[in-house]
């Protein structure tokens, strides 16, 4: 049964687009979906090799960027920022990589908060290739329908989850983690740390590139305040993996899930709807005091209250 | 036939010399232990050694070839493994993962460093604890698995920091046997730092004492036991007596 829970998932999300849901539902799961990837993406980064971004945005907006300009210099269509994104990706994970991989911990989160605010400015800036604040939009949608956006981004998602599953299970997958647990011993051990980490910044930032390009398809419209904030993106791919759970196969989407129901849920509430950023910071730090695993990691947590009540005797 | 050679190493952290000066050379097939008092340099060494620091001055050998810059992984593909002062497996994963992960420098697939990891959990006799979580491991486990890890990378030679502290005298006889059987069944060259006086006389071929960073005396146990200075600076009244 376990082992065929991500198939029956998946399976069930196939048939999804045939139950003739509101756009408005289609758009929440295409959402969640689009999160899932750009939470498992950083988990690989910071869940498991232990590297925290604060920076995602600069991969997820280089991803849309990448996408939205091949349209608007090249005039082709703005799908092809996808495989683009797998070349410019790398490249700029590279360049990140050389810069910031020498940093450990806390300077590393740092200089990668630096990273996506400078991506932001410099994208405000350079009017005549990114259009600045103006934004870029694709005139002619590929299609008016969720349906297609849906499967593309769930096909995404489906490989990100296979990836990530195949990795962690190889070499690779062992060297991360014995990096995040202890630096210097996985040196000495035979592991060159510095490739190790570029390796897993590079999947990291593709991936949640990836998620850009498709965003920007979905969407049609992108400035930089749309993809490449710090707290719209940055943080809240941190909150989703935290919340569903750092270095678990299922954290990222079960926090992907919770984080956008919330985030609807919360903004259209009375008074408090425009603080919903408050209220995120709050669940953050409740989440990291009484769930450091995530509801994943921690279930077994969370389902103990509800155990002795009901058997006092066991 | 030399398998390392420490030639006049000097390490300076700012104004204070750690290390100054020492030279000695670790022979194929010996066990050499590497005592002193604390902080006479003995883990700055290793260090050196390991390519975690790089020397002020002076150089490492390994078979003849100069090691001095090299980092720890290139190191330890060359042949040198080591083990830490302060425990430091990989917390959250199992015994086997951890012996897993430092098996994969050599090993070619997940198979094979089952394999190999399998076998060295055996020599080391924690076959039984191989899903335990490591953090729960108590110390003496701990630090066999330490050496657990280093044999898994398949070196020629093995630096051991203190693989002997906070054990207790059966852990210390149990220990005492793996580290001869290192040798004995796996051709391994040993050096080793340690604090036991009982665990370095038994096991070492030959000693190197530092002192202040410096090295004070080299030679056989029972030359070492005798040696005045050493008596002095490290081993105290309690021997004289």
């Known amino acids: ?314 | 036939m030399s398998l390392i050679e420490v030639k006049d190493v000097t390490m300076r952290f700012g104004g204070l010399a750690a290390v100054a000066d020492v030279s000695f050379v670790l022979n194929k097939g010996e066990i050499l232990g590497l005592i002193g008092p604390n902080g006479a340099g003995k883990t700055t060494l290793f260090n050196v050694i390991n390519g975690f620091y790089h020397p002020t001055k002076g150089d490492v050998y390994l078979k003849g070839k100069r090691v001095t810059n090299l980092r720890p992984h290139v190191l330890c593909k060359l042949g040198v493994a080591r083990t830490f002062q302060v425990v430091r497996p990989l917390q959250r994963m199992s015994t086997l993962d951890n012996v897993i992960a430092s098996a994969f420098i050599r090993a070619k697939s997940k198979a094979e460093a089952q394999e190999v990891s399998l076998e060295v959990l055996k020599f080391t006799s924690l076959y039984d604890d191989i899903n335990v979580l490591s953090k729960s491991l108590p110390l003496g486990k701990r630090k066999r698995l330490e050496i657990a890890r280093a044999l898994a990378t398949q070196p020629e030679i093995i630096l051991l920091d203190e693989a002997f502290a906070g054990l207790n005298p059966t852990e210390i006889n149990e220990q005492i046997d793996i580290v001869k059987r290192i040798r004995t069944e796996r051709g391994i060259t040993i050096l080793i730092i340690e604090h036991h006086m009982r665990v370095i006389m038994d096991v070492s071929d030959r000693i190197v004492v530092l002192n202040y960073g410096q090295k004070i005396a080299e030679g056989t146990p029972s030359e070492i036991g005798h040696n005045p200075v050493v008596i002095e600076a490290y081993l105290g009244e309690e021997h004289n007596a």
């Open chain 1, 1 to 314: 049964m376990k082992k065929h829970l991500p198939l029956i998932i998946f399976a069930g999300l196939c048939v999804v687009p045939f139950m003739d849901l509101s756009s408005y539902v289609m758009h929440i799961l295409i959402l969640v979906l689009m999160w899932s990837v750009i939470g498992m993406a950083w988990n690989i980064l910071g869940g498991y090799t232990g590297q925290v971004s604060f920076g995602h945005a600069a991969f997820f907006g280089f991803g849309a960027y990448t996408a939205g300009l091949l349209y608007y210099h090249l005039e082709i269509s703005a799908w092809w920022g996808i495989p683009a994104c797998v070349v410019i990706l790398t490249a700029l994970s590279l360049v990140v990589g050389y810069i910031c991989l020498r940093l450990r911990g806390a300077y590393f989160a740092l200089a990668t908060l630096a990273l996506g605010e400078i991506c932001r400015v410099t994208a405000e800036n350079l009017v005549d290739f990114t259009q600045g604040n103006m934004g870029i939009m694709i005139r002619e949608r590929t299609w008016v329908e969720k349906t297609w956006f849906f499967y593309i981004i769930l096909f995404i998602a489906a490989g990100t989850f296979i990836l990530i599953k195949t990795v962690m299970e190889s070499k690779l997958g062992y060297y991360f983690v014995a990096i995040r647990e202890d630096q210097d011993a996985a040196e000495s051990l035979g592991i060159d740390t510095t490739f190790y980490k570029t390796i897993s910044l590079c999947l990291s930032g593709v991936l949640t590139g990836i998620a850009g390009a498709f965003f920007m398809n979905y969407m049609g419209y992108i400035d930089p305040g749309v993809v490449f904030p710090l707290y719209d993106i940055s943080i809240t791919t941190v909150m989703v993996v935290m919340v569903g759970g750092a270095a678990t196969y299922w954290g990222p989407i079960v926090g992907a899930v919770i984080m956008v129901f919330l985030a609807e849920e919360i903004r259209s509430l009375p008074y408090i709807g425009a603080a919903h950023m408050t209220v995120f910071g709050v669940i953050l730090i409740l989440i990291i005091l009484f769930l450091p695993n995530g509801i994943v990691g921690d279930f077994r947590k969370l389902l103990k209250p509800f155990k002795s009540k009901k058997g006092a005797s066991s």
